[in-house]
């Protein structure tokens, strides 16, 4: 139970800190490249999530 809380405030942390650097990409640049960037980090995280749970079922 304890590792399932941790995960979850993990994965909230850093979809807190991707929102973030979307809003701060917006405002330097344009919404574009704040919506590239999230769109680009959410597949790395999504993918990354996969292959951790593969690798915990071995």
């Given amino acids: 139970m304890k590792k399932m809380i ?29 919506e590239t960037f999230s769109k680009a980090a959410l597949a790395v995280l999504f993918y990354y999530s996969v292959c951790r749970m593969v690798r915990e079922k071995r």
């Fill in 6 to 34: 941790m995960a979850t405030v993990i994965f909230v942390g850093i979809m807190a800190g991707i929102i973030a650097v979307q809003m701060i990409l917006a405002k330097l640049f344009t919404w574009q490249v704040g």
